[in-house]
């Protein structure tokens, strides 16, 4: 069964400075990737997919992130974070074989600070 | 413009009633599924269809009910077997037929306070 870790509750960043958002996965095959974003009482954006390919993925709003199968891992990251990217971050994997459930993390606060 | 409809926003009901939360949309997609959300613990799957007429449990399915007669439209009802309902809920949809790398798209939820 896939799984997916996200290790840390909430990271703090300074406006303008790179940020980056962890996550970890497990599946028994190859993965397909994907990072959400929430805002407050809102449902689920997406951002970025990882399918196969080119390791840096890019997405929307500027984000990008980087699949590393030897680490079993997805951070997400950006190079100059604003204040309006304060919202909580979701990771989440789905199996390759066919219809699979995709399995979210249990999300990251990210706080930009003026 | 595309998208999914969850309504109400808010949702109050007592304990002990059934209550039905509704999803729509317009995308044209096969798959539909329902998600809970409660602090700290992500998203769990409540229940998922592939196509019309069909549907599975997902993970946390107990004390819930769906229907998909249509292929715009997955409600869900929280019964009052449901031992802890108040939690918002998350409709979304995807493509799928056969491509199971798609995103899925997410409604605004409902939030259900059960006193």
């Known amino acids: 069964a896939q799984s997916v870790a996200q290790p840390e509750d909430q990271v703090n960043v300074a406006e303008g400075n790179p940020l980056t958002v962890k996550c970890t996965y497990s599946v028994s095959g190859n993965p397909y990737l994907f990072w959400y974003v929430q805002y407050p009482n809102r449902g689920l954006q997406f951002l970025l997919k990882?399918?196969?390919?080119?390791?840096l993925v890019k997405g929307s709003y500027g984000f990008e992130a980087e699949f590393n199968k030897s680490q079993t891992s997805f951070h997400l990251k950006k190079p100059s974070a604003l204040v309006s990217d304060s919202a909580l971050y979701f990771c989440a994997v789905r199996e390759d074989t066919g219809f699979q459930k995709l399995v979210f993390g249990t999300g990251t606060r990210l706080l930009v600070s003026p | 413009d595309g998208g999914i409809t969850q309504s109400p926003k808010y949702l109050f009901r007592k304990e002990g009633q059934n209550v039905t939360l509704s999803c729509e949309q317009n995308?044209?997609?096969?798959?539909m599924y329902w998600y809970r959300q409660d602090p700290g613990q992500g998203l769990r799957l409540i229940y998922y269809s592939q196509i019309v007429n069909d549907f599975q449990k997902g993970d946390i399915a107990e004390g819930y009910s769906v229907s998909r007669e249509k292929k715009e439209s997955f409600p869900l009802t929280v019964t009052s077997a449901q031992k802890n309902p108040t939690a918002f809920y998350l409709c979304?949809?995807?493509?799928?037929?056969?491509?199971?790398?798609?995103?899925?798209?997410f409604g605004n939820g409902t939030r259900l306070t059960v006193t």
């Open positions: 990882y399918i196969t390919g080119d390791n």
């Open positions: 995308l044209n997609h096969d798959a």
């Open positions: 979304a949809s995807s493509m799928e037929g056969g491509v199971y790398n798609s995103p899925l798209h």
